[in-house]
């Protein structure tokens, strides 16, 4: 399954790129509107991109009432990306949603409030809601199997994985900061590294289905993630210079998969987990099946 990273992606500006994905993440939804941090708010580095958004988005009840109706009518399964500054907001708004999956926010580094701990807001938003809970965290976590583990403990159904990381960038001329707030979060490129590591390590601890993103912009990249464990893959960055990346990916991805003997993308889920003796055994037949299931 192929998916938009949450926040990169404007479907009801590009409906026709949105539609090359199985599904749509929304930016994320806030209790009361937010009008975002003081621009500059993007800067492209060299290997990746620094935005400080600051969650801006219209606020729970005008993203109910007006945008999420709208956003149906893409057809598509929508995922609802969910922020707060407590357990009890994050709780409120799962529990205004139906007929979605819920992607908690527990990983902005643009806003300066510190939620509460993740498995506190994934108890309280379970007691809410029956609906699939993705705990979407932050790659800066220290233990980020540990928390992933508090967030299945917690009820989660499933982990994205991962937010931004935070970084800086300067001005060439005046030597500071690019972005009005100094530094902001950093993806692309430069993530898939710290992105393959948290796929990797959380499969293990956890077993849970994993959206795997950060730094996707080709179909290696994607089979990568599987392989460390992920079960879907979202695109992000990628989407600001090639609106095609989602059908990109897809056929690079199949056909990846495809050379290094896959019968289907996810046959190779896990696999980096596999000893040798079991990668030359599996010989890749399995369809849908994890090829190596985490302990
Ligand atoms: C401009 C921008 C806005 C983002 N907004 C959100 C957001 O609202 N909620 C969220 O969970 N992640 C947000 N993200 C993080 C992405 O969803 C994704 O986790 C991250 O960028 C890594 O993937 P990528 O390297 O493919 O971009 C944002 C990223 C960017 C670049």
């Known amino acids: 399954m192929l998916l938009n990273a949450s926040g990169c992606l404007d479907a009801l500006a590009t ?19 937010r009008e975002g941090n003081d621009p500059t708010r993007i800067a492209e580095t060299d290997h990746g991109l620094l935005n400080s958004i600051g969650l801006q988005n219209p606020g729970r009840e005008r993203f109910l009432a007006v945008v999420l109706p709208q956003l149906r009518g893409l057809g598509l399964p929508i995922w609802v990306s969910v922020g707060g500054f407590s357990a009890d907001e994050y709780a409120e708004t799962c529990s205004r949603l139906s007929d979605v999956t819920i992607e908690l926010n527990l990983s902005c580094p643009n806003v300066d409030e510190a939620p509460e701990a993740a498995s506190e807001i994934v108890a309280a938003c379970r007691a ?3 609906l699939p809970l993705y705990a979407k965290l932050s790659p800066a976590l220290p233990d980020i199997a540990d928390v992933a583990r508090a967030a299945q403990a917690a009820g989660a159904d499933g982990l994205s994985l991962v937010n931004t990381i935070r970084g800086l960038a300067l001005d060439d001329e005046t030597l500071r900061p690019r972005l009005a707030r100094g530094a902001g979060g950093y993806s692309g490129p ?11 390590v959380c499969y293990r601890a ?36 090639d609106p095609g990346a989602p059908h990109r990916v897809r056929a690079d991805l199949y056909k990846a998969a495809a050379a290094l003997g896959f019968e289907d993308p996810l046959a ?28």
């Open 128 to 130: 809410e809601t029956p």
């Open 268 to 295: 190779a889920r896990g696999i980096a987990h596999a000893p040798a003796s079991q990668l030359a055994l599996s010989k890749r037949t399995t369809n849908k099946t994890p090829a190596y299931t985490a302990k």
């Open 206 to 241: 956890t077993g849970l289905p994993i959206v795997g993103m950060g730094g996707v912009s080709t179909g290696r990249d994607a089979l990568e993630l599987i392989a460390a464990g992920a079960s879907a893959v979202a695109v992000g960055t990628a989407l600001f210079t």
């Open 15 to 33: 409906p026709e790129v949105a539609r090359a994905f199985d599904a749509f993440v929304t930016k994320t939804v806030t209790p009361l509107p």
């Open 190 to 200: 430069a993530l898939k590294p710290i992105a393959l590591a948290a796929v990797y």
